[in-house]
T-cell receptor, first 115, second 111 residues
Framework: GAVVSQHPSWVICKSGTSVKIECRSL??????MFWYRQFPKQSLMLMAT?????????EQGVEKDKFLINHASLTLSTLTVTSAHPEDSSFYIC???????????FGSGTRLTVV | QKEVEQNSGPLSVPEGAIASLNCTYS??????FFWYRQYSGKSPELIMS????GDKEDGRFTAQLNKASQYVSLLIRDSQPSDSATYLC???????????FGSGTRLSIRP
């Protein structure tokens, strides 16, 4: 079945630093990747949608200069949280879809803690 | 009005009984519907997808879709303690469209 690998699974960083999270589709080509954020006891909140080779589409209220998304190939998308602050601490999850993989496979998530 | 609505629960069901989870959606152009299970601290995993009206069965799980009523449900037969999780209902228009999640229903299976 479709597998999406997300790294790192957890990261602790100091306030003001940047953190990069990788999302890879291992056995299929992901034409579209999605990035979500989830705070405790809340549902998934879509941050942005990215298509290979084009700029990401950000949801309302999500700062594109703070959350940099790159989808350079059909198997890799990255999310960089720039100048992280404690309020950015959250669970970040990517998902990927393709024309043949219709189930929106999720990565295992990244727990970000900013101290 | 939220696009996908679910009762937040918690829904408590005795072990071995049938758990019934419900979801309504507002966008009539929605084409595909999904049920995901999410354990605490983990990412969601796909349980069922359904695209046409009627029932779809997979093991202990049955998804039911009624597009006229804009209603989708998930039945879990012979509930097990391992089924205790948050269940997310989701819908989308196409494979390139963003998937819209409900807020999730917390299910607790009591021994």
């Amino acid at each position: 079945g479709a597998v999406v690998s997300q790294h790192p699974s957890w990261v602790i960083c100091k306030s003001g630093t940047s953190v990069k999270i990788e999302c890879r589709s291992l056995d299929f080509q992901a034409t579209t990747m999605f990035w979500y954020r989830q705070f405790p006891k809340q549902s998934l909140m879509l941050m942005a949608t990215s298509n290979e080779g084009s700029k990401a589409t950000y949801e309302q209220g999500v700062e594109k200069d703070k959350f940099l998304i790159n989808h350079a190939s059909l198997t890799l998308s990255t999310l960089t949280v720039t100048s992280a602050h404690p309020e950015d601490s959250s669970f970040y999850i990517c998902s990927a879809s393709s024309e043949t993989n219709y189930g929106y496979t999720f990565g295992s998530g990244t727990r970000l803690t900013v101290v | 009005q939220k696009e996908v609505e679910q009762n937040s629960g918690p829904l408590s069901v005795p072990e071995g009984a049938i758990a019934s989870l419900n979801c309504t959606y507002s966008d009539r152009v929605s084409q595909s519907f999904f049920w995901y299970r999410q354990y605490s601290g983990k990412s969601p995993e796909l349980i069922m997808s359904i695209y046409s009206n009627g029932d779809k069965e997979d093991g202990r799980f049955t998804a039911q879709l009624n597009k006229a009523s804009q209603y989708v449900s998930l039945l879990i037969r012979d509930s097990q303690p391992s089924d205790s999780a948050t269940y997310l209902c989701a819908t989308t228009y196409s494979s390139a469209s963003k998937i819209i999640f409900g807020s999730g229903t917390r299910l607790s299976i009591r021994p």
